[in-house]
């Protein structure tokens, strides 16, 4: 069974500061991966997914991914934070033989002035 | 506007009351989902409909109860509650309910339930 671990409960930087948030996960094979952002008071907004092809994926809000098969990884990045970034973020691995999603725990991200 | 409407998004009962959320999506969506979501916790599906159909139920106390009447409206009917059934409750969409991992969810903004 596929299971997602976002290790940063909590992460706060400065406002133009880089951003990289980390997913790791266990599947046996390729899974699919996905980023969404949850913002106060909403419900989650897929920022990106990484299906095939090209391991680096670029998605809204100049959000962009990675996966790294060789350390199970999916972590999440933008080069300039803006305090309108902070919100939790979710990680979660889907399985190509199960339409099972599962979700990591989130990473809370706290942006100063 | 995310396309998936939620109603309440505030909704305070005591463990006798009855209840309803409902969950309505403008997409053209052929799959709806109910995910129960709590601190510190991964987010939980609950129920999956698909065309209509129930096809997943994860063990989910018969407290809850899912209704489908088409395919862009969900309902959850709540009764006999517990306080730790207290959570946001989201409602979430997709295409079409792919037999594996690729479904791409559209959200909506949830209910915050409070059972006391």
């Known amino acids: 069974a596929q299971s997602v671990t976002q290790p940063d409960i909590h992460i706060t930087v400065s406002e133009g500061a880089s951003l990289e948030l980390r997913c790791n996960y266990s599947?046996?094979?390729?899974?699919?991966l996905f980023w969404y952002v949850q913002s106060p008071g909403q419900g989650l907004q897929l920022l990106l997914k990484?299906?095939?092809?090209?391991?680096l994926v670029q998605g809204i809000k100049g959000f962009e991914a990675e996966f790294k098969r060789s350390q199970s990884s999916f972590n999440l990045r933008k080069p300039s934070v803006h305090w309108s970034d902070a919100a939790e973020y979710f990680c979660a691995v889907g399985a190509r033989n199960t339409d099972k999603l599962i979700f990591g725990t989130g990473t809370r991200l706290q942006v100063f002035p | 506007e995310t396309g998936v409407t939620q109603t309440p998004r505030h909704l305070v009962m005591g463990m006798t009351n009855k209840k309803s959320l409902k969950c309505e999506q403008h997409l053209g969506h052929n799959a709806m989902y109910w995910y129960k979501q709590s601190a510190k916790k991964p987010l939980e599906l609950m129920f999956v409909y698909s065309l209509e159909e129930r096809v997943e139920n994860n063990s989910v106390p018969s407290r809850f109860s899912p209704e489908c009447p088409n395919s862009s409206h969900l309902f959850l009917h709540l009764h006999t509650l517990q306080p730790e059934d207290s959570a946001l409750y989201l409602c979430?969409?997709?295409?079409?309910?792919?037999?594996?991992?690729?479904?791409?969810?559209?959200f909506g903004a949830g209910s915050r339930l409070t059972v006391l």
């Open positions: 990484y299906f095939s092809g090209d391991t």
């Open positions: 599947y046996g094979a390729t899974p699919y």
């Open positions: 979430a969409s997709s295409q079409d309910r792919k037999a594996s991992g690729a479904n791409v969810l559209t």
